[in-house]
Each structure stands twice: as C-alpha cells, then as structure tokens.
C-alpha cells in the first residue's frame, strides 16, 4: 500500500502531499489556444498552440528529478535564508507541502520558518497568458522581511531549433524590458509578430533578463547568485540565454498576508502595427491585458471562471454507481483527460516531447469518442479539420499539423486502418448531436481549395479504400501498420535506427490485417446507419453487403481455432496464431471483431474472449499479446524491437482493454467487463502508486506486462487513445448509455453484485436523469424503462427538447 497524496472528490482535485512521487506529476493548463505543462513541483512549460514552433519556455526532459520551468524562490532578509515555495529546483526543506491539481489549474503550496508561499497556477479563460498568483502569509509572530524572485528561462520559439542550433541561437536572443514588463522579443525585429513577456505585479521591482548575469557562472537553477545575494542586477541579454526574473520585496507584519502575481504571456500584434513610435515593440495591447490580471481580484476571479467552466462542462455526464473508482474516474479524471487529449493530441506531455508529433488523424478520430458530448462545436470543427487533410484517394495522411492544419508529408500515408477512424467519429458526432447536415459540409482533399466534395462522400472514399486494398485472403491489406503503429508487416528493416514509420515499403500486396477487416466491418455498420438517417435505404444494403462480405472472410481466415488471428505476414504466414512460437494471441482482433458483432451467433465471440482472458489476463489488465517476441523479427517490425513486455510487445497496452470490455457487454458478460474496466482504471490503483509510478488520476498508455522487469509499471501517462475508449466503454457499454440517432439507448450490462446505478446525462440540450434498479445476484437486460412515469415501447429514449429535463427510470428483471 503506498500513496503519494488523495482525490478530494468534493473539490475535484487530486492532493499529492508527499515530495517523493516516484516520477513528477503533472498537470494541465490552458483550454484552448494557450497551454502549459506543470509538475506537482512547479515545473514544465508553456506554449501557444503548438508545443513545437511556439515554444515559450526552455524544458529539459528528463533532467534528474524534473527539469524545472516555472522557478519560483523566496528569501529571508534577515537570515539569508533562501527557498523554493514548489521545492523544486532548490530542494531545501519545506513543511507543509501540498499540491493540488484541478481542472485546469495547480496550487502548490508550503511553509518554511513560518512563512507561507501559495501559488496558483492557471490559464484564465480566453486569454494567451499563464497567471502565477502568489500569496505570501507571515505566520510568525515576528516581522518578516523577504523578497519573492520569479523566473522564466525563454525558449527560442521552435523547441527542435532551440535544443540544436547553438552557432545560430546563441547570438539571436533579444529582450526589452518596459516598466516592468519584461518581452522576449527574438526574432520579432525581422518576421515575428509575436513576442512572449513576463510580467509582475510589482512594475517597480528589479528585474534580470540575462541567465548568467542572475545564476552567475557555473551554477544551477538550483541556487541563483542574484537570489542568494538578494538583488536582481538588471541585466538585459544580448543573445546567450534571455530569461525573465523578476524580484518583489515584501515586509509582513505577523499574520499578514500578501498577493503577488506574475504573468507569462503570448501576444501577436498585426503586421502593420508591430512597432511603436520608437521603433520598439507596440505593447498597447499587451499592458492593457497585463494590467488586468496582475490585479490579484481580477486573478481569483478568473480563475471562480475556469473552475465554473469545468464543472459546467464535465457536468454533461455524473454517475453515481456503487464503486468509488468508477464515480470519480468517469465524473472527474476521465472527462478531464479527454478534454487534454482532445487539446493537445500526442504532442506534449513528460513522454511527448512536444517537437516530434503533429495531431494523429486516428488518434484524434478517437479522441473524438471521448469528448464529443462534452464540447461538440469543437468535435464539428475537428472532424471537418481532419476530413480536410484526406487524400482524393481516401487514405489519410497519418498526422497533420496544427498551425497549418494541412498533412505532415514527413510521415505520409499508408497506415491502412486511418481512413476508417473517420467513419466511427463522424457516426459518434452524429448520434451526439443529430447534426445530420455536417455530412453535406463542402470538405476538400489534401488541403486543397477546389477540391471539395460532402463530408459524406469523405466516409464513402474511405470505405472504399479499404475495399481497393485487399490481400489473397479478402482481408484489407495492413500498408504500413494498423491501429498497432508497431506491427509492421512490410518494413524489413535492418538500418539502425530507421524509422519504422518512414522506411520505404516492400509493399507485395500480400500482408493483410484481421483487426482492420473487423474495423471495416464495425465502420460498414455505421456507414449504413448514416446512410438510412440521410434517407438512402440503397446505399445502406451496400454498406450492409460490404461489410458481410468482409465479416465473412474474417470468419473463414481470420479465425484460428481458439481465438481471432492478428494478420497474414509479408509471405502469406499467419501472425497471432497458434502454429506461432511467440505471438500467438493478440488482444486487438478479439475486442474489434466481436465489437463489430463477428461471432456472437456461432459462440466463437465467447471462445475468443475466454481465450483472452486466460491468455493475456494479469493483475494489472491485459497484455496486448503472448508470448512477447523475446528476438528481433524482420518480418514484424517495431513490435518485436521492444523489450518483452514493454510497450506493444506485451505491455497491458491501456487502450485495447476497454475494446475487451465493450466486446464483454455485447456477451452480457457485466462482471467480466467491469473486471477488466476496473483493473486498469487509475483511481483502482492508486494504493500502488509505488508500483504503477504514474499519476493515480489519469490513464497510461501502458502498464509494464508480466515479461517485464518491473511489472505492473505504468508509463506515457496523459495522451492516450485510452482515455476516450474507457470512457465510452464505462458510459455507453456497461452502463449503457449510449447515443443513437433516434435517441438515448439505455442498455446496461452490470456486474452482479450491483443494485443500479444513477446518472445524469445532458443530451442535445436536455438533462437526462436516469436511474437503473435490477436485483442482485444477476447481470441481466433491461426489461423496462419509463420515461417520464410512462413506459416507453423499446429502449432508445427519443430526444427531447433543448432546455427539457427527462427522468428515465429502467428495470433489469432478470
Ligand atoms: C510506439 C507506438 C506509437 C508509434 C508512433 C512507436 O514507437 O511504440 O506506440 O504509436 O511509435 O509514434
Ligand atoms: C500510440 C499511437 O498514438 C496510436 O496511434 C497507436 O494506435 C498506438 N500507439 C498503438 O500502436
């Protein structure tokens, strides 16, 4: 049993009051264009939009014990005495220390000598700009003469230039400092229009914008000369390294307290108005944003905002169900982490460098999944944003990137499984919000202008390409990869350290993908749903007929006597098969087949699932395979250039769990599926923190397997397609709640020893209250639902009106 702190579920945030966690955890901050990473120890970095190319501030990944960031000291006048209120960089001991992160905010918190320093870190609504707001209390009953000392070190706008191209940076860097306020301004004088700046409260107080003049030589962040000395000198950078530190002396009688507030912002100004009349930068705009949050009043009230923002938002769906874990990873966490991925995609996290990857097309068509009841305007946007970036072909590019929006030629295409990501997320918008109309949006190919067509005819090409792609068994072939970015089935590749993303194909028309065959067959199903809702009975029996077609190959070649194949190799061998001596089952074609319906009738649904969880089942989840390839195999790619049990070579891969879990409901199997659900929820493993290493609040996209050294070790907390999936296999499959086009199907699978569960969901703009009784000792169906006090005829709740409140009472009798 080891924990590092506790969820205040009231509060919805999550305590960590020990110094020790075994990696930093962290935070988010920013919901919309302006974002920030924060550490439970104040460090991490800011950006806007792209964590690459607008990279405010520097960041070593990795640096022994966090990398600091966000540099915040205190100082004792009359002692010398000198500390970090976040502990970090200095380490010198703090008591009291507590951090709490929330919805879009942190506070960290502690006292050292009775004096107390609390900072509350957030990104109000709307702005481009991170608020530190600091209050300082004397709990002393002596006088208390001290100086706070805030610092930024700026990053040189691209984080990939910043980190390797010293003989050009090192001379670049400029700053400007104006009554106060500190601009970063590199690079602004030739073809930037935006600078970053830090500011305080304090426009009187000293001021260093050069790191060494206010480390001195040879020293850390850890204990800067200008702080040990109690004077910042006013230094201005000339290239090197320019920071922004600014110093505010404070003298508090006992029990005072005190309000300081630092700013790190972004601003861009237009073109034409860049310069003042003195040929400096033009900082209107920025003073007049400045002066409003430095306001300590008008901080709070920024941040009461964000916090009633989030609650409003995540209040689209509350449970209250007989597990503690459930209720506070589905209300709180869950929602929350959704939101960031949906944000930030794969781009910036401690395991995400925030240089390397653009928005994923079938990550953020998942990602979409988990979010679209909570912020569906943005879904819209995303979806016609990623529909955009389709190739005339129907294929996708695998990545695009966020300032362009356009595909990321880097990576290209070919990863077969892409395309049909855009079925699935479009399908769940549309039964979200029955915007049927998004499907007529004039979307282009590529990028290009004058290439438009309907966004249903998107849907159409990417169904078809997997149809013009198939291999001897009448399975899709698997191009680059599938969903599983490391089984790469055409790569052979032998450079040392070739990406198996990029290396050319030896593409022979050969490999093929079970798991894409089921996804195509799952797709075919929604596809004919769209179809039918548009009013296009034909094209539905089509869709229908494909995906027949499909299901059936997968059941004559794909199926391998005791559970689902995985693929068919380069040379036409079976992957995942029992006649393999490693790698003989894999979890991702037993969850995607049997979501798609395959072999519920003819029980090899239940065979495969049972073979899963005899399998690939351990304490800590489902491995993704078994055995792990103990040796490197050409013919398979990345997967095998794992160690055993790390990572897709038989890690408990977070995301394929909950496909087992939807796959369990559709076989009424409740206990199974909350099983499987409840073993890698995080809040379920938080008393073994020191084991699963990762924060306890949000999902991992692994969890070391039993081949590895370390079993049961999560790791790439955050930005994970796990986070929508468990979502919706929590919400809409085993409680049931799931969106239709006609309405709110109620259909729970429920484990045994439950009596109900309640819930609220919000739906197109009605509230609807739910509550689900059934006896115990059974699983069961719903027999009956009353909407209203009156019995509805099915179990599809029609949708009410906008600004309607529906109660919706269900019976499971068996
Ligand atoms: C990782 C995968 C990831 C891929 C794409 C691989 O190294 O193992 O999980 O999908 O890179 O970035
Ligand atoms: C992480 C990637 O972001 C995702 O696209 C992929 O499906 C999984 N890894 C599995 O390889």
Same mark, same amino acid.
């Given at each position: 049993m080891s924990r590092f702190g506790h969820f205040d579920d009231a509060a919805r945030e999550y305590v960590i009051t020990r110094l020790d966690t075994p990696l930093p955890w962290i935070n988010y901050l920013g919901t919309e264009d302006f974002f920030g990473i924060v550490s439970n120890t104040g460090g991490g970095y800011a950006f806007f939009e792209d964590a690459r190319l607008r990279r405010l501030t520097r960041f070593r990944y990795h640096a022994p014990g966090d990398g600091g960031g966000r540099f915040l000291y205190a100082r004792d006048a009359d002692t010398a005495d000198v500390w970090c209120p976040t502990w970090q960089p200095a380490r010198v001991d703090v008591e009291d220390y507590r951090c709490r992160h929330g919805l879009g905010y942190t506070v960290i918190g502690s006292v050292r000598n009775g004096v107390e320093v609390e900072t509350r870190y957030f !990104?109000?609504?709307?702005?481009?700009?991170?608020?530190?707001?600091?209050?300082? $209390?004397?709990?002393?009953?002596?006088?208390?003469?001290?100086?706070?000392? %805030?610092?930024?070190?700026?990053?040189?706008?691209? &984080?990939?230039? /910043?980190? $390797?191209? #010293?003989?050009?940076?090192?001379?670049?860097?400029?700053?400007?400092?104006?009554?106060?306020?500190?601009?970063?301004?590199?690079?602004?004088?030739?073809?930037?229009? =935006?600078?970053?700046? #830090?500011?305080?409260?304090?426009?009187?107080?000293?001021? /260093?914008?050069?790191?060494?003049? #206010?480390?001195?030589?040879?020293?850390?962040?850890?204990? @800067?000369?200008?702080?040990?000395?109690?004077?910042?000198?006013?230094?201005?950078? =000339?290239?090197?390294?320019?920071?922004?530190? =600014?110093?505010?002396?404070?003298?508090?009688?006992?029990?005072?307290?005190?309000?300081?507030?630092?700013?790190?912002?972004? %601003?861009?100004?237009? @073109?034409?108005?860049? #310069?003042?009349? $003195?040929?400096? !930068? &033009?900082?209107?705009?920025?003073?007049?944003?400045?002066?409003?949050?430095?306001? @300590? %009043?008008?901080?709070?009230? %920024?941040?009461?905002?964000?916090?009633?923002?989030?609650?409003?938002?995540?209040?689209?769906?509350?449970?209250? $169900?007989?597990?503690?874990? *459930? /209720?506070?990873? *589905?209300?709180?966490?869950?929602?929350?982490?959704?939101? +960031?991925?949906?944000?930030?995609?794969?781009?910036?996290?401690?395991?995400?460098?925030?240089?390397?990857?653009?928005?994923?097309?079938?990550?953020?068509?998942? /990602?979409?999944?988990?979010? *679209? =009841?909570?912020?569906? +305007?943005? &879904?819209?946007?995303?979806?016609?944003?990623?529909?955009?970036?389709?190739?005339?072909?129907?294929? &996708?590019?695998?990545?695009?990137? @966020?300032?362009?929006k356009r595909g990321n030629d880097a990576i290209g295409s070919g990863f077969n499984d892409d395309p049909l990501w855009l079925i699935l997320a479009v399908a769940a918008y549309a039964k979200e919000t029955g915007d049927l109309g998004v499907l007529d949006e004039a979307v282009p190919y590529g990028s290009e202008p004058g290439t438009e067509s309907p966004l249903l005819e998107h849907l159409w090409r990417a169904f078809g390409s997997t149809l013009e792609r198939l291999g001897p068994h009448g399975l899709p072939l698997i191009g680059r990869a599938d969903w599983n970015d490391c089984l790469n089935l055409n790569a052979f590749s032998t450079e040392p350290g070739e990406s198996f993303q990029t290396v050319p194909q030896h593409e022979g028309g050969v490999a093929e993908s079970v798991f894409i065959g089921a996804q195509f067959v799952l797709a075919s199903e929604e596809l004919a749903r769209l179809a039918e809702v548009c009013g296009r009975p034909d094209d539905a029996v089509s869709a229908r007929e494909a995906g027949e077609r499909m299901a059936a190959a997968v059941g004559n070649h794909g199926w391998d006597g005791a559970w689902f194949r995985r693929a068919y190799d380069h040379s036409g061998e079976p992957v995942g098969s029992s006649t393999n001596d490693e790698g003989q089952i894999w979890i991702e074609p037993q969850g995607m087949c049997v979501m798609a319906g395959i072999g519920l009738e003819d029980g090899l649904a239940e065979r495969a699932l049972d073979a899963v969880a005899e399998r690939l089942g351990t304490p800590h989840g489902l491995v993704l395979l078994d055995p792990p390839y103990a040796r490197y195999r050409v013919e398979l790619g990345e997967i095998s250039s794992y160690p055993p049990g790390y990572k897709e070579n038989g890690a408990v891969f977070s995301h394929t769990n909950p496909w087992v879990a939807i796959a369990e409901t559709r076989l009424g199997r409740g206990d199974r599926a909350l099983d499987h659900y409840l073993r890698i929820n995080p809040s379920a493993r938080e008393d073994r923190s020191d084991v699963h290493r990762c924060e306890p609040y949000v999902y991992a996209q692994m969890i070391a397997g039993p081949a590895a050294a370390a079993p049961g070790e999560a790791k790439n907390s955050w930005l994970t397609g796990s986070a929508a999936w468990n979502l919706v296999a929590i919400s809409q499959w085993i409680l049931g709640i799931r969106p239709e086009h006609e309405g709110l199907r109620i259909d729970p699978c429920l484990p045994a020893d439950w009596e109900g569960f309640e819930a609220i969901r919000r739906f197109r703009g009605a509230t609807y209250r739910i509550a689900v009784r059934k006896p115990l000792g059974v699983t069961g169906r719903i027999s009956s639902i009353t909407v209203d006090g009156r019995t509805l005829d099915g179990i599809v709740v029609p949708s009410a009106p906008a600004g309607a409140t529906v109660t919706v009472e269900g019976t499971i009798s068996t």
């Open positions: !990104v109000p609504l709307g702005e481009t700009l991170e608020v530190w707001r600091v209050r300082v $209390t004397n709990r002393r009953s002596s006088d208390a003469n001290l100086s706070l000392f %805030a610092a930024v070190e700026f990053c040189l706008w691209d &984080a990939w230039d /910043d980190q $390797t191209n #010293f003989q050009r940076n090192l001379s670049t860097g400029e700053v400007d400092v104006r009554d106060g306020l500190i601009l970063h301004t590199t690079e602004y004088r030739e073809r930037r229009n =935006h600078v970053a700046y #830090f500011a305080s409260s304090d426009r009187g107080g000293a001021f /260093d914008t050069d790191r060494d003049a #206010f480390l001195g030589t040879y020293r850390g962040w850890d204990r @800067p000369e200008a702080v040990e000395r109690g004077r910042c000198g006013g230094s201005i950078a =000339h290239g090197w390294f320019p920071i922004g530190a =600014h110093q505010v002396d404070l003298s508090l009688r006992p029990g005072e307290g005190r309000d300081v507030v630092f700013l790190l912002g972004y %601003a861009e100004n237009p @073109p034409e108005g860049k #310069f003042d009349g $003195t040929g400096r !930068v &033009a900082t209107e705009r920025i003073r007049g944003t400045v002066d409003r949050f430095v306001d @300590p %009043a008008e901080a709070d009230r %920024a941040l009461d905002r964000l916090r009633d923002h989030w609650v409003d938002l995540i209040g689209a769906l509350r449970v209250s $169900t007989p597990n503690e874990h *459930v /209720d506070r990873i *589905v209300n709180v966490w869950n929602q929350y982490q959704c939101m +960031v991925t949906f944000n930030l995609s794969r781009s910036a996290s401690l395991f995400e460098s925030g240089v390397g990857r653009g928005m994923g097309f079938r990550d953020s068509c998942q /990602d979409v999944l988990g979010f *679209v =009841h909570l912020a569906p +305007v943005r &879904a819209r946007e995303r979806l016609l944003d990623l529909a955009a970036t389709q190739l005339p072909s129907g294929g &996708a590019y695998h990545q695009y990137q @966020p300032l362009t």
